[in-house]
């Protein structure tokens, strides 16, 4: 197999023994996003001269033998709201076409410092608005496992390059399912940390509250590799989250017996495919049979969850997207005065579903329809909160499909957004409730990936990774590979 | 009867005030006013995307200092809002603010006017940003065909403080206005330059029939940046009422502005056209919370304020007047302060203080911080004056030489040999070549005529300059005579 599909522990490990370099590593992935991205369009951006500039930096550092950054060396791509200084970042909107922010987000920082090579930037629907990526400015991000499929989103194209081996992470922003129900679509691991866990700084807001970037990786490893780089308390953002950050890797134990795990019985409601219910049942009963106590349990508010939360990721959108004006920076229509000139620059440098949802949020927000609205939802929320609460008082972690069904076709739900915010149901209460959540692949369903989604208590992402790593080390389904262009990329197990 | 005998003025007003704080309320970027147009500025004050705003905790304390200096509660539990509304100036659309948790609440100041001793309530204080400034090639906005946007002053702290509808004339709203900025220059949290902008009003007025108890319908007029503009308002925006009121016709509840060239206010928006703020927590910050802790160690950083110093002054032997005139301005109090340090006598020190040195100042127009006389020289200089080294009148010229050259006086007086002749052998020779020379006015005064010996000492001080010590010259030249 070719080094672009290993996993960033085994890149590690070939770096350091200089088995490979950071150059021929990036150039390999370079040479796959040539190949496989015209048709998969995953990147917004290719960064080939920095990435290259950057990889040479690693391999001196490697052949001096000089103090290694976390993840030095390993090539990697950003969704396109992560602002990454004098690279453009867009959004996936046509406000921001041509806006290369003077600043980088703290997890570009962090990225840099820990010596990760930057591949590029990733599609996403338009300021992370959507669940399949087809709000795009750009491109339509197609599921490398079948190109008539949508790839998820928002974070589509943070998910396709994992999966096709064009990045060996990637990082994506989860607002309500935006990590883990693309992961889920792609077969990869995918993280929503908990609220403030990762800095917002330089992430281009959709709903501030609700915000929340992670990492999708090929591995459950990987990916507390990456949480570990990325994780910690940042004094940019007033809602980062001061803690003891554990060493994510030590909680990878294939071992979980004894843990108790809760099956929230709302979850597998009317919506949900019957053939994703099968597969997660079979990924229940290997957990039973690793030894896990397993029970029902129930988030009796989760019905409310949806209108709630499409109050306040609107309200607060609605506010956050105020600033593209035209005034200083991004996309600027002319008009006859300075009213005429927002209104023309608003109305054609967004898209239609970020337009729906900012009149949505203004709606909920005025005068006189605060209470009944805004405020209920964040009543909503607490109650939300609340089930959660009781819940772990039973249980470690709780489990449920990332999503009611596999990936679907493009168009198949754009035409109906509301049929598109319902698919939402099994990951928004996640956000409301500020806990975190991994989807790890569970299988196909008809040639299509399906995830498994756990979920834990605030600041409990280690629980999540040790029965997710349990999970993987004892289930192939993270093995599996998408064929592309009639061309087999791996078959079977490493 | 005229038109002002049959109604009454209700009036509130809001008051902004800039916070002197080194940097902006949510980010490093300095405060300092002027600068080159958007020279200081951040992502953060900027809007950019992806920028978040730290609350500076420095805000905070100035917030909690004013509430204090106003007697105010300050709140355990405060938060920010937003205040969603576009304008070019505003550099996210929004303004983040304070709505329905502010952190200063029910307080309030004493006025007296006439005599007379108010209480004016303050419902409450919170803190928000400034925004940018507007520069156009035109008039306004709407008659430009350029305008450009400077936002150095956007995310400067401001302070807004709303007071109750609780005065009746203007003189009360002058009063108030300040007694007010006068609090806040003490406290040391604002420098209230209002011709840099620092302090601006909006002016809730509205009328009603005298006797009545229920509030007419107001108007607000907004942005005004002077006491002599809110005077002009008022008394505009009151003339108007009354001519509606008087024509039968309804006040219109409406946003107004001050035309300060044609003085008169012009109305902005009505109720109806009223922006919907959409105000909703800000869910980029944390809310605010103060334990008393806090709240009492910012307590024991008050300094003394006005009225508790006129009163120390007036226990001192100053009379009200001139305690009241002392006090007025933090930094004249100070210096008043220090000076009594150095010189016991309180009220030969605010003689001087009210009369030559501020004098020296108003001519050379120069602030009392920035005074070359320093309050121990003027405490030195009061001291050579009453151990007789010097007389009052050659005080005053010492003391201007001060001005000029920031000198010790003792100095000033070795060095030109101003100081008193106080030696009676010396005086003696003196006087009595003035009486040699002056036969008839020794016979005048001699014959009953008093004036005489004024013409005689006259003479004396003459023949020594000035010099002479004027007590022990009378006393002399008394025995001399006798």
Same mark, same amino acid.
């Given at each position: ?182 992961? =889920? ?8 940390? *908990? ?5 917002? +700084?330089? $992430? !281009? /807001?959709? @709903? ?83 030894? =896990? ?8 508010? *989760? ?5 709630? +939360?499409? $109050? !306040? /990721?609107? @309200? ?179 | ?482």
């Amino acid at each position: 197999m070719g080094v672009a599909e290993k996993s960033v522990s085994e890149l590690q490990e070939l770096l350091v023994q200089k088995e490979v370099s950071s150059t021929e590593l990036t150039k390999a992935y370079l040479e796959r996003i040539q190949r496989v991205d015209p048709e998969l369009q995953a990147y917004l951006t290719v960064l080939e001269n920095q990435a290259l500039v950057q990889a040479a930096e690693a391999d001196r550092k490697i052949a001096r033998g000089e103090l290694l950054g976390s993840l030095e060396g390993i090539p990697m791509a950003l969704k396109d709201n992560m602002c990454t200084e004098g690279v453009r970042t867009s959004c996936a909107s046509k406000m921001l076409e041509n806006f290369i922010p003077p600043y980088n987000a703290t997890v570009t920082d962090r990225l840099r410092t820990a010596g990760a090579i930057l591949l590029g930037k990733l599609n996403m629907d338009e300021f992370a608005m959507g669940s399949s990526t087809e709000n795009s400015y750009f491109a339509k991000t197609r599921n490398p496992w079948d190109l008539k499929y949508v790839p998820g989103g928002s974070s589509g194209g943070s998910a396709v390059a994992v999966a096709a081996d064009e990045a060996a992470f990637t990082l994506g922003s989860d607002t309500g399912g935006s990590i883990r129900q693309p992961a =889920a679509f792609c077969g990869v691991v995918g993280m929503k940390p *908990t609220y403030g866990v990762v800095s917002r +700084y330089g $992430l !281009i /807001a959709f @709903a501030s509250s609700l915000d929340q970037i992670g990492p999708l990786t090929k591995t459950v490893r990987d990916n507390a590799l990456v949480l570990n780089t990325i994780a910690g308390y940042d004094p940019l953002d007033s809602t980062s989250v001061s803690f003891e950050k554990p060493d994510y890797t030590k909680y990878l134990i294939n071992d979980i017996k004894g843990l108790k795990i809760g099956i929230p019985k709302e979850y597998y409601g009317a919506g949900i495919d019957p053939d994703v219910a099968k597969g997660i049942q079979a990924g229940i009963q290997t957990l039973i049979d690793l030894g =896990a106590e397993v029970a029902e349990c129930s988030l009796p508010h *989760t019905e409310y969850a949806i209108p709630a +939360y499409y $109050l !306040i /990721a609107t @309200a607060e959108a609605s506010s956050n997207l105020a600033r593209y004006d035209g005034v200083r920076y991004g996309y600027r229509a002319e008009a006859e005065d300075v009213l005429g000139m927002f209104k023309k620059t608003r109305a054609e440098g967004f898209g239609q579903e970020v337009k729906r949802r900012i009149m949505l949020g203004t709606y909920a927000l005025s005068s006189g329809y605060y209470d009944a609205y805004y405020l209920k939802a964040q009543k909503v929320r607490t109650l939300i909160k609340q089930d959660f609460d009781k819940a772990f008082e039973r249980f470690d972690v709780l489990l449920s499909p990332t999503a009611p069904t596999a990936a679907f076709k493009f168009g198949e739900k754009s035409a109906n957004p509301l049929a598109m915010y319902l698919s939402d149901i099994t990951t928004v209460p996640i956000n409301l409730a500020g806990i975190p959540a991994i989807s790890v692949p569970a299988g196909l369903v008809n040639g299509l990936p399906i995830g498994m989604q756990l979920m834990g208590k605030a600041l409990a992402e280690e629980t999540l990774y040790r029965v997710a790593y349990t999970f993987e080390q004892n289930t192939q389904y993270h093995t599996l590979k998408p064929k592309l262009s009639g061309e087999v990329l791996t078959c079977g197990s490493r | 009867m005229g038109v002002a005998d049959r109604y009454e003025m209700v009036c509130g007003l809001e008051v902004h005030v800039e916070l002197q704080t080194k940097t902006k309320i949510f980010c490093g970027c300095t405060t300092e006013f002027g600068g080159e147009q958007n020279t200081h500025v951040c992502p953060v004050c900027l809007g950019m995307p992806g920028a978040l705003p730290v609350l500076n905790r420095e805000v905070v304390n100035y917030a909690i200092k004013a509430g204090l200096a106003l007697d105010c509660e300050i709140a355990e539990f405060s938060k920010f809002d937003r205040k969603n509304y576009f304008y070019p100036d505003l550099s996210k659309n929004y303004q983040t603010s304070q709505f329905d948790l502010p952190i200063c609440i029910k307080g309030g100041l004493e006025i007296e006017v006439d005599g007379e001793k108010k209480w004016i309530g303050i419902t409450r204080a919170h803190m928000e940003e400034d925004a940018g400034k507007l520069v156009h090639s035109g008039e306004t906005i709407s008659t430009s065909d350029e305008s450009s946007v400077d936002y150095n002053r956007a995310g400067v702290p401001l302070l807004e403080i709303v007071s109750e509808p609780d005065m009746r004339s203007i003189p009360e709203v002058l009063a108030y206005l300040e007694k007010l900025v006068q609090i806040l220059e003490y406290t040391e949290v604002s420098d209230c330059r209002m011709e840099q902008g620092s302090v601006r009003f909006d002016v809730n007025v509205s009328l009603r029939p005298i006797g009545s108890t229920t509030l007419g319908t107001r108007t607000e007029t907004k942005n005004l940046n002077s006491f002599s503009s809110v005077r002009r308002c008022m008394e505009y925006e009151m003339a108007r009422q009354a001519r509606v009121l008087e024509a039968g016709e309804n006040v219109i509840q409406e946003t107004r502005t001050w035309d300060e060239g044609q003085g008169v206010t012009l109305s902005l928006r009505s109720k109806e056209e009223a922006h919907d703020y959409r105000y909703f927590p800000e869910p980029d910050l944390v809310p605010l919370v103060i334990d008393r802790e806090w709240v009492e160690a910012i307590r024991k950083t008050l300094p003394e304020l006005p009225a508790a110093r006129r009163t120390r002054l007036q226990a001192l032997g100053l009379s009200v007047y001139d305690a009241t005139v002392i006090t007025q301005a933090k930094a004249l109090a100070d210096f008043f302060d220090a000076a009594l340090a150095g010189y016991g006598d309180a009220k030969t020190l605010a003689n001087w203080v009210m009369g030559d040195f501020t004098r020296l100042l108003n001519t050379n127009q120069c602030r009392v911080a920035d005074s070359p006389v320093s309050a121990n020289q003027l405490a030195e200089l009061l001291a050579l004056m009453d151990k007789g080294t010097i007389s009052g009148k050659i005080a005053k010229s010492v003391l201007e030489e001060m001005y000029c050259t920031g000198k010790d006086p003792n100095i000033i007086v070795k060095e030109k040999g101003l100081a008193q002749i106080s030696d009676e052998g010396a005086l003696l020779g003196i006087i009595d070549g003035v009486l040699a020379a002056n036969p008839q006015s020794v016979e005048d005064y001699r014959a009953g005529k008093d004036r005489a010996i004024g013409f005689l000492v006259g003479q004396i001080m003459k023949a020594t300059k000035g010099q002479a010590n004027p007590g022990l010259v009378n006393q002399l030249l008394k025995e001399k005579l006798s």
